[in-house]
């Protein structure tokens, strides 16, 4: 490390304090005037900064000064510093500058910062001041009194001015306010346009001559003066901003941008400034810009009607649909009926899967021909596929008000014949008329003839087709399906033969050809001819369809299954070749494959229906509750319509009893979507809930065959059981049996034969029932609890047989060790007891049960400890109570056991006579 020389650092030491000492030496000599000069000469070289700096300075060495405050506010005032101007000023003139210099500059900072309180307080005739000077001043007090809206002390303050002795400007000012005052606009913008000539850049004039064209309605030519305005008071940032805005208002965007541009600079998150950009950059097409900029205004405050509307209107340009929705719903409400705001949220909702959302909006579309067909259309197409019927006739309705093109018929045509309305063919015919060379309108119309079994139809519409477009293999493969369809297989081969020739025909000749093998009878042939095509396309899913088919028929369908499996495995992201195979392993009964097959696909918008329907059969059929709870419940959340994701669901729910939560499905389907099926599964769950009169109203509105088919003959029994007229509800009952000869319905007709009188009857029917479905635990508990007061043997075989299917039915645990301790037959007594216990330890009656057998067993103590387990609850039976005093007393606790017989009040008269003997017995 270098040592540094002492005598060094005391020199470089001495030097520091030196100067320090010399400038602050020279800092503190310096007089006023000297600040003064330094100020003045650094204002005239424009370098403000210095300026103020050295007035300051000034101030600070002479406070009582007032030629430095005076000349700081001077150029405060220069620099649009209003605020700070006045302060000083006012101080200077409280310091004694001359008034007459002071009050015309004061005047000036109070008009441009809105001072209107001060400015009409001042002495516009201050001594000294000129005749100029004070018609100036004259006039901004006049302008600051009619803003303040002192209307009286205007006209005095006019009449007073108006003798002023001038050919000031500001003299011809005051006098048009004469027609201010007066409210005569013409007269008072003929004398303001008179004064532009005088004074063309005065700002003024100007500001006047443009705030009365502005009150006229005249804003062009506002802005025209406001343009003038500017250009000469650059710095006026207030002036400018009205400037913009008058601009964005008639529309000269091209003149406003660069002003707004400029504005943004001082503010770039001004919510007005980014407002006017965003409707700038949406009127250039710039619409990603424009909306960037509505959001910052809408971020800071301004989410007023032009704002949102403007910003949904470039979100949907570039396909933003989220943001068009969220800020057109903002507007959606106050928009007239028909404006193109809603169609731009209607559509943005239905690319977002809001589709009832949309079709609340499109209600408000009147529809007008080639604007809204398309969109009536794709809302019903969606609301369709929802599930939601009632929507999709709405806007089938709408979109036929306004379907005028070839495609625009053809579409509501599609959507009518979903709709099971014949009215599409019509549409669909005159779509093809329109556009005979459209393969889209040609295919749909033969489609639906085929569908609707007009088979003449289709084959004249597809040989015109044929005739149109001789090249073209569809209209061939069709007319080749409609011959094998009416059994012209000779024709249908030779259709087929042409088609093969011509491009286009790809698979579907292949297909065609097989069917018609199998049509003719030829399945051998067919069998052979798929193969040799699957040689070919090993993955081709219709293809190994038609296998598994034709093969399942000769009953060797598992070489298919095999060949399927080994297509799958080497490609398992093949979802159609997934469920073809899941759809094999269930026809053959492999449910567990199936199960298994779909367990990796969780479902979501794009999944097929075919998934869908087969994962939800294969988890009901293989009783797999929760998953298929969980499953169903994911159906529904995708398409809370569909009618076999509905019925899955109900299914569930009414195994599971929860019929208040079947009867909230079926009626929210049933708002959206009109079922006969649903409408009565909605009478069978009023009817489980005990509700007869709504069940009623909807059997009596169905058909005479519909009342005779056996499930609706189950509601009936039941709604008579109901209404208490059990006679009537027996043939009924017997009929849903008959046909379903299930729990449910073996219990409705015990039922209604034991509410009839018929109990020995009953009692056979049960007995038969339970002999031939072993597996019906529901009724086999009860032929048990019906034998064990004429047969305690049968009771305990049958309860024994039950046990064995379900090893943990509590009830059937509980009644067999009550039975066996009643039997003393307390091993096995014990046994069942405490299996009961262990299923429900706050049982009440199962922990008396073995308690009970404790008793018997001599074990009291351990009695009274599982009756303590639940003596902390309230124990609604009696007799479970008095035992549990009962074991007290014989445990010699008598203080305890009379405080519980003390606190209790016993309803049953056998149950006081009990408690009465035992006070007795043990002296209480």
Known sequence: MTKMKPNTLLKRTTLAVMLTSALLSGCSEKSVESHLADARNYASSQQIDAAI???KNAIQKAPDAAAPRFELGKLYLQQSNFSAAEKELNKAMELGHPVSQVIPLLSVAYQQSGAENALAEVDYRAEGMSAVESAEVGFYKLQALMQLGKNEEAQTLLADLSTLDTSSVYKGLIDSY?????????????ATEKLREQAPTNKDVLQQLAKIYLQKGEPSKAAEVYGVYVSQYPDDVTSKFAYAALLIEIRELDKAEPIVDDLL?????????????GIIESANENYAKALEHLEIAVQNGRSDQVV??????????????????????MVASSLPDNHPGLRMLADSMLQLGENDEALEVLARVEGEQGIDAALFSKASYQLLKDGNVVGAQQMVAKSEAVSTTAEDLSRLGVLQLSLNDIDGLVNLEQAVEQSPESVTSQATLLRAYIATSQLEKAKSAAKEWHEQSPETAAPLIYLGNIATAEGAYQEAAQYLDKASELEGAKNEVFYSRAKLLVAEGKKDNAISFVRAFIDKNPADVQALALWFALATEKGNAQDVIKHTQTQFNTNKTNLNLRLLLARMYSLNSQLDKTVSLLSDVEGNEASPQAFWNLKGQALIATNNVEDATAFFDRWLSFYPQDKNAVLGKLLIVDSQKQFDQGLTLTNKVLAKRPDAQLTLLKAYFHSRLGQAKPAWEIINSTADDVKTLPFVRGVIARL???????????????AAYDATPNSDNALLLIAALEMSGKKAQAFTFLEKHVQAHSNDIPSAMLLAERQIGNDRAAAIKTYEQVLTKTPDNFVVLNNLAYLAFEDKNLTRAEELAKKAVSLQRENADAVDTLAQIYVAKGDKAAALKLYEEVSARPIANDDVYLNHVSVLLELDKKALASRKLASREFKSEAAKQRAESLKQQYGL
Do not use: C, W
């Open 720 to 734: 008579h059981l109901i209404d208490k007229a059990p006679e009537q509800a027996v043939e009924h009952a017997k």
């Open 265 to 277: 600079t001082l503010n770039e998150n001004h919510p007005l400034l980014n407002t006017f950009k």
């Open 178 to 190: 004469a027609f201010v005052l007066d409210n005569d606009m013409d007269g008072a913008l003929a």
């Open 308 to 329: 949102r509307l403007v910003a949904g209107f470039s979100a949907y340009q570039i396909q933003d649909f989220e943001a068009a929705q969220r800020h057109l719903t």
């Open 53 to 55: 700096v050295e007035y």
